[in-house]
Structure formats: structure tokens, C-alpha cells
């Protein structure tokens, strides 16, 4: 391996932390990492509902709820959606 070839590897195992940074404690602290976390969750129930009422016949009215319940949070994830672009966009037209 000549010189520039080891440099290039030294540079490229300094640049790697940056790309796969390190989880802080806070990251995901407050609210909107509160939602999205039970966003997920609710997703991941579902699923599971979905998959025990397909797999072994399990109770179908479980099913029906758990699709109501994805239904809500989807729903209010593209509102709170609409609503930060309508506001980022509110920002975009203010005169600088």
C-alpha cells in the first residue's frame, strides 16, 4: 500500500463516526420524540394484531380496532404534517 492510499484510509476512518454518529441520551427527549415514538408503537401493535388474527384466526373485532387506532394516529401525523409545511411555507412569504 503506497502513501496515498493509506492516507486516503486514515481519512476515511476519521470521516466514518460522522456518518453513524453516537446516540445521545437527549436525542429524541421532549415531545415531538414522545409522539413519534408511540406513532411507532402503535404501528408495531397493529402489525402484531394483523399478523396473531391472520396467522391463528385470533379475534377479529381486535383487529378492527387496532386498524382504527393506526387509522387516528396516520391521520394525525399528516395534519401535524400539513400543518409545519402550511408554516413553513408562511415563513417563505414573509417579507425579509
Sequence with gaps: MDFSSARALQSYISA????????RED??????GAMLADFASTL???DTV???TLATGADPHALVEALAQTQL????????????VE???????MPV
Design 16 to 23: 466514518k463516526p460522522a456518518t453513524h454518529p453516537t446516540p
Design 27 to 32: 436525542a429524541g427527549a421532549g415531545a415531538a
Design 44 to 46: 408495531q401493535a397493529t
Design 50 to 52: 394483523a399478523q396473531d
Design 73 to 84: 394516529a396516520v391521520e394525525t401525523a399528516v395534519t401535524v404534517r400539513d400543518r409545519v
Design 87 to 93: 408554516a413553513y411555507q408562511e415563513i417563505l412569504r
